[in-house]
C-alpha cells in the first residue's frame, strides 16, 4: 500500500498538529496508509495537549519527496507555507479553514475548504460522514485545536458551528472544555525560556500580497508587558528574517488572550501598511490593534487590502 504524508503547515500551531493527527487517524480507518508529520517545533501549547491526552508529536520532515509520491495538506494550501519540495509530490486532498492562494495541482483532488475557525471542525463533519467513531485521545486532540483557534471562544473567526464541534468532542473527551481550554492557552502563554529567534518563527507564516512578499507572525501573552520589554531584541530577529527571505515586511503580532487586544511590531519597507490597514500610528514600530485577535480574519485580509493602496 502506498504511504501518503498528512502535512500541517510550517512553524505549526495547535490546529496544524492535532488536525494532522485526526485525519491521518481517520484515513488509516478508512484504509489509507497515512501518516501525520510537522513542518516545525511543537509549541508548549500543542504539547500541553498532547502530553494531557498521552499522543505523540509526528515526526518532523524537512521534504516529503524522499519517502512519498503523495501527500494531504491540513490547515494550508498556500505553497509558501508548505514543505519545501510541495512542487515535487502530488497534494491528493487539502483540509482547510483558510484563504485559497497560490494554489494550484496538475490533476483533480478533494479540496474542502470551509468558513469555519478551526481545520478540526471540518474534520469532525468528515469522521461523521464516514461513520467512523472519534476514539476519546483523537476527540482531546481536536478540542484542543478549536480551543487554540478560536482563543476559547473568544476569536471572530469562532462560528456556532465550532462550538458544537468543540462541545461534542469535549464530552467524547471527558474535559472541561473550558477549565481545560484555559490552562492549555496559559501554558502556551509561557514564553520565558524562548530566544527572540524562537518567538518570532513560533507561528510565522509567510503571504503573498500583491508584489509584496508579507510575512506574519503572532504569539499569545498573559501579559503584553512581557514581549514589549524585549521588543529591541525581537526586532533583531525580525530584521534577520527578513533580510534571509527578503520580505517587503514583517509583522509580530502578540495578542492578550485575556483582554483579547494586541500589539504589533513592524518592520520593513512597507511598515506603513499596518498604519493604513488598522488607522493607527506605529510609535517605535509598534501599534496597539484593540479588539484585534485573529491573524485570518482581522489581520491578513486588512493588510493585504492596505498593500494595494
Known amino acids: 500500500m502506498e504511504k501518503v504524508l498528512v502535512i500541517g503547515h510550517k512553524n505549526p500551531d495547535t490546529d496544524s498538529i492535532m488536525s494532522a493527527l485526526a485525519y491521518a487517524h481517520l484515513k488509516r480507518e478508512l484504509g489509507m496508509d497515512a501518516e501525520a508529520v510537522r513542518l516545525g ?17 509526528p515526526r ?56 469555519v475557525g478551526c481545520s478540526a471542525t471540518i474534520i469532525k463533519k468528515i469522521y461523521a460522514e464516514n461513520n467512523v467513531d472519534i476514539p476519546k485521545d483523537i476527540a482531546g486532540l481536536m478540542v484542543s485545536a478549536i480551543v487554540s483557534d478560536s482563543l476559547l471562544f473568544k476569536s471572530p473567526t469562532f462560528t456556532e458551528e465550532d462550538r458544537t464541534a468543540a462541545m461534542e468532542l469535549a464530552e467524547i473527551a471527558g474535559v472541561d472544555i473550558e477549565a481545560y481550554g484555559l490552562e492549555m492557552l496559559k501554558a502556551g502563554a509561557d514564553l520565558s525560556d524562548k530566544t527572540a529567534a524562537q518567538l518570532v518563527g513560533l507561528d510565522s507564516k509567510e503571504f503573498g500580497m500583491g508584489d509584496y512578499k508579507v510575512e506574519v507572525a503572532q504569539v499569545n501573552a498573559v501579559d503584553l508587558n512581557d514581549m514589549l520589554t524585549r521588543q529591541s531584541e525581537i526586532e533583531e530577529a525580525m530584521r534577520a528574517v527578513l533580510e534571509n527571505k527578503q520580505l517587503d515586511l514583517f509583522v509580530f503580532v502578540t495578542t492578550d488572550i485575556l483582554n483579547s487586544n494586541s500589539v504589533a511590531i513592524a518592520v520593513g ?41
Open 41 to 57: 517545533e511543537v509549541s508548549k501549547e500543542t504539547q500541553y495537549g498532547l502530553d494531557y491526552f498521552k499522543v505523540e508529536a
Open 60 to 115: 518532523l520532515i524537512e521534504k516529503a519527496k524522499p519517502e512519498v509520491e503523495k501527500v494531504i495538506l491540513v490547515d494550508h494550501n498556500e505553497r509558501q507555507q508548505s514543505v519545501d519540495d510541495i512542487d515535487d509530490v502530488q497534494i491528493i486532498e487539502v483540509i482547510d479553514h483558510h484563504r485559497i492562494a497560490n494554489f494550484e495541482t496538475a490533476g483533480p483532488l478533494y479540496y474542502r475548504a470551509e468558513p
Open 269 to 309: 519597507e512597507q511598515a506603513s501598511a499596518v498604519e493604513r490597514a488598522f488607522n493607527v500610528t506605529l510609535e517605535n514600530n509598534r501599534a496597539l490593534l484593540e479588539g484585534v485577535v485573529s491573524r485570518k480574519k482581522q489581520i491578513i485580509p486588512q493588510l493585504t487590502d492596505a498593500m494595494k493602496a
